[in-house]
């Protein structure tokens, strides 16, 4: 099973300023994916991270708000630019491996903002 | 659009009674079901897939096309499955991997 290493597991940060959350995976993965969970509610999918090329957004994400890399199969980053309060939540990152496509998660980036 | 429904937030039993969390999903197509758990301080797994008709830790879960729903079951709860547990769909294909995630289900297993 692929292990997925994600860092920050936690941030506080000011209003205004830009926190880069990146995910590691010991082995290649065919797609990776980012999530939101918001305090109360489920988990959101933000964007696929598209190795080489620019990230797929969901409805309601943006480049601008959520930039994404993903410069080979086992690494990516997701930026949250410009942050309010309202982006305080949990980011999980996840990648798809095997032959049974199994997707795993990474333990996620709890970003408060103050 | 697609939709998952844990209609329980909050889910209490003791050791060793039958436990059945919720799910209900709404979706056009052909649907992928999951169930993922996530255990305290840990980061979130699969627990089983319904294309796989597999048993993980005694839980079990049916796919009813009918009722749209995949509840997932167990007979014997045990105080190790308390935990939050997410029932997700996947839109399948090329797709697969981009889920939808239900609201979650805290179950808690008393001694």
């Known amino acids: 099973s692929a292990v997925i290493s994600q860092k920050p597991s936690r941030d506080i940060c000011q209003r205004g300023t830009s926190l880069t959350i990146q995910c590691q995976v010991d082995s290649q993965v065919t797609m990776m994916f980012w999530y939101r969970q918001q305090p109360g509610q489920s988990l959101t999918l933000i964007a696929t991270?598209?190795?080489?090329?620019?990230?797929?957004?969901e409805s309601g994400f943006v480049i601008d708000k959520f930039p994404i890399s993903r410069p080979n199969l086992t690494f990516s980053t997701l930026t949250v630019s410009n942050m309010s309060p309202e982006d305080s939540s949990i980011y999980l990152c996840?990648?798809?491996?095997?032959?049974?496509?199994?997707?795993?998660f990474g333990s996620g980036t709890q970003l408060s903002v103050l | 659009a697609q939709r998952v429904t844990q209609p329980e937030k909050l889910l209490s039993v003791f050791k060793g009674a039958p436990v059945e969390l919720k799910c209900n999903y709404s979706y056009s197509g052909s649907p992928e079901l999951f169930w993922y758990v996530q255990y305290s301080r840990q980061r979130l797994q699969l627990l089983l897939r319904?294309?796989s008709r597999e048993s993980i830790k005694g839980f079990t879960a049916d796919l009813n096309k009918g009722e749209t729903s995949f509840h997932l079951k167990k007979p014997f709860a045990q105080e190790e499955d308390s935990a939050m547990y997410y029932c997700a769909l996947a839109t399948g294909g090329t797709s697969y991997g981009k889920l939808t995630f239900g609201q979650g289900t805290i179950l808690t297993v008393h001694p």
């Open positions: 319904h294309i």
């Open positions: 996840s990648g798809r491996q095997g032959v049974d496509e199994k997707l795993f």
């Open positions: 991270a598209n190795q080489g090329s620019e990230a797929t957004y």
